[in-house]
Nanobody, 125 residues
Framework: QVRLVESGGGSVQAGDSLRLSCAAS????????MAWFRQAPGKEREFVAAIKWSDATAYYADSVKGRFTISRDSAKNTMYLQIDRLKPQDTAVYYC??????????????????WGQGTQVTVSS
């Protein structure tokens, strides 16, 4: 089973940028999809963005379009999430996840088999 490790979170000011990374412990096959989810205090986990590993096609939640950019480096088995113009409502634990065999990229967390431990992002106003 692939182990996923997130990094790059921190405490920042509104308007700042962060780049989160998700490193996989082994090769990510091209038939996978990788995604970012987040969970704010007292709220349910929500989909943020996903990427097809084969061709880097990206998908975003409407709430983050234009500020978040998902990307991947297949040679490094690493996925990234660039977050610009951070807002206090972006405060959450950000998790990366892998859907090992994807027919259609999904925003449903239950479809993803492997999860990281999360990285905290805190945005103050």
């Amino acid at each position: 089973q692939v182990r996923l490790v997130e990094s790059g979170g921190g405490s920042v000011q509104a308007g700042d940028s962060l780049r989160l990374s998700c490193a996989a412990s082994s090769h990510i096959f091209s038939n996978s999809a990788m995604a970012w989810f987040r969970q704010a205090p007292g709220k349910e986990r929500e989909f943020v963005a996903a990427i097809k590993w084969s061709d880097a096609t990206a998908y975003y939640a409407d709430s983050v379009k234009g500020r978040f950019t998902i990307s991947r480096d297949s040679a490094k088995n690493t996925m990234y999430l660039q977050i610009d113009r951070l807002k206090p409502q972006d405060t959450a634990v950000y998790y990366c996840a892998q859907d090992e065999f994807v027919l259609r990229v999904t925003t449903t967390g239950a479809e993803y088999e492997n999860w990281g431990q999360g990285t905290q992002v805190t945005v103050s106003s």
